[in-house]
């Protein structure tokens, strides 16, 4: 299982950014997958989830109303749309899925929201 997480950068308050997670080594289709965020001295959060075929997504809180999960089965990637960025955004992003009870990361996308 490999996970490939791009997209990242410096943005100003209020910018998007669209993060993608490039999947390979399971039949992606079959599995939920989920983005989370670090921010420094903080414990890694649950940011969105989709399902398998994409019909059901969850949000954490802070991020409700302005982030959006989407994937793409053919082209094995998972996205995050984030609009309306804030300072507090600020983290690294790393895309997850569990297969067979094993959780697997990327290496994450550094997003840093600043002016």
């Known amino acids: 299982v490999q996970l490939v997480e791009s997209g990242g950068g410096l943005v100003q308050p209020g910018g998007s950014l669209r993060l993608s997670c490039a999947a390979s080594?399971?039949?992606?289709?079959?599995?939920?997958m989920m983005w989370y965020r670090q921010a420094p001295g903080k414990e890694r959060e649950l940011v969105a989830a989709?399902?398998?075929?994409?019909?059901?997504?969850n949000y954490g809180d802070s991020v409700k109303g302005r982030f959006t999960i989407s994937r793409d089965n053919a082209k094995n990637t998972v996205y995050l749309q984030m609009n309306s960025l804030k300072s507090e955004d600020t983290a690294v992003y790393y895309c997850r899925v569990s297969v067979v009870g094993i959780n697997y990361w990327g290496q994450g996308t550094q997003v840093t929201v600043s002016s």
């Open positions: 080594g399971f039949t992606f289709s079959r599995f939920g």
């Open positions: 989709i399902s398998s075929s994409g019909a059901v997504t």
